[in-house]
T-cell receptor
Framework: AQKVTQAQTEISVVEKEDVTLDCVYE???????LFWYKQPPSGELVFLIRRNSFDEQNEISGRYSWNFQKSTSSFNFTITASQVVDSAVYFC???????????FGAGTRLTVKP | ETGVTQSPTHLIKTRGQQVTLRCSSQSGHNTVSWYQQALGQGPQFIFQYYREEENGRGNFPPRFSGLQFPNYSSELNVNALELDDSALYLC????????????FGPGTRLLVL
């Protein structure tokens, strides 16, 4: 079974704080893809990152960084020096190799206060 | 480069009616996927269209159907609407099927009364 768990329903931080959003996934596959999407109040899902299961390198993009650990089935997302514009719902998603059914977690609502 | 567009943005229907939602894929993309997002939940995969044929389906009844046109745009049709069909319907496009990253449109908010 494919499953994504985002245990943090809501997180509230003050601007410039660092924040980590947790994502734990379940799959029996050896090859799969992991994603993070951001959903601002407008509703559109904005693609942030895709990671292949065979590539465990962590990635940094500006204030964003991702920590992928197959040993713990986790793909956590950290925002450094958060800004008010980072306020949104963030979704982690899992897709099996050669399969189009992408499974999303329930999302984490991040509020960054000025 | 034109992103994914969807129409209409909002829609109100009554139970039992039928609805058609439309999606234009991002320039260069030939695959369209549809998702249903209920309030407070993550999106759920409905189905995908590739080369004008259904290319995989999630756990949705047959009253959810779709089409893809030669220009890669797509329609989602829902018959016999139920109250639980009230949701945000998201369309995502990608290039050549399952391996590629999906890019989402702004969605259509459907309310069934």
């Amino acid at each position: 079974a494919q499953k994504v768990t985002q245990a943090q329903t809501e997180i509230s931080v003050v601007e410039k704080e660092d924040v980590t959003l947790d994502c734990v996934y379940e799959t029996r596959d050896t090859t799969y893809y992991l994603f993070w999407y951001k959903q601002p109040p407008s509703g559109e899902l904005v693609f942030l990152i895709r990671r292949n299961s065979f590539d465990e390198q962590n990635e940094i993009s500006g204030r964003y960084s991702w920590n992928f650990q197959k040993s713990t089935s986790s793909f956590n997302f950290t925002i450094t020096a958060s800004q008010v514009v980072d306020s949104a719902v963030y979704f982690c998603a899992l897709r099996r190799y050669n399969n189009n059914d992408m499974r999303f977690g329930a999302g984490t609502r991040l509020t960054v206060k000025p | 480069e034109t992103g994914v567009t969807q129409s209409p943005t909002h829609l109100i229907k009554t139970r039992g009616q039928q609805v058609t939602l439309r999606c234009s894929s991002q320039s260069g993309h030939n695959t369209v996927s549809w998702y249903q997002q209920a309030l407070g939940q993550g999106p759920q995969f409905i189905f995908q269209y590739y080369r004008e044929e259904e290319n995989g389906r999630g756990n949705f009844p047959p009253r959810f159907s779709g089409l893809q046109f030669p220009n890669y745009s797509s329609e989602l049709n829902v018959n016999a609407l139920e109250l639980d069909d009230s949701a945000l319907y998201l369309c995502a496009s990608s290039y050549s099927g399952v391996q590629e990253t999906q890019y989402f449109g702004p969605g259509t908010r459907l309310l069934v009364l």
